[in-house]
């Protein structure tokens, strides 16, 4: 006997994402998903579906979250306090450095 999931839930699930995504960017996750969907009927196209779908439930858990619009605008205006990501980011100038040369790492 193997082992079952008590449930089919895949976070990835377009039903899913509109679940958790605010009604403001359903008409924008329609129409991207469609694209891809249209996209996946061929082999090559299932791998951009896929990611669009990552991507999209990663973003549906950004903005759904009560400061998200908050947060969006303090970074439009440059308002609050901001670390610069060099300090933020553990070897921040190594890879900025490989980015400009082209290479991963």
């Known amino acids: 006997m193997s082992a079952q999931p008590q449930d089919d839930y895949d976070p990835d699930d ?8 605010p009604e403001q960017y359903h008409e924008q996750f329609r129409a991207e998903y469609g694209t ?4 996946a009927r061929r082999p090559e196209g299932y791998g951009q579906l896929h990611k669009l779908l990552r991507r999209w439930r990663l973003r549906a858990l950004a903005y759904s979250d009560p400061g998200y619009e908050a947060r969006k605008e303090a970074a439009r205006t440059g ?4 670390v610069p990501a060099r300090d933020a980011i553990p070897g921040w100038e190594e890879m900025a450095a490989a980015a400009e040369r082209g290479t991963a790492g």
């Open 14 to 21: 377009p039903v899913e994402i509109l679940t958790v995504l």
């Open 36 to 39: 891809a969907a249209e996209a």
């Open 79 to 82: 308002a609050g306090t901001w």
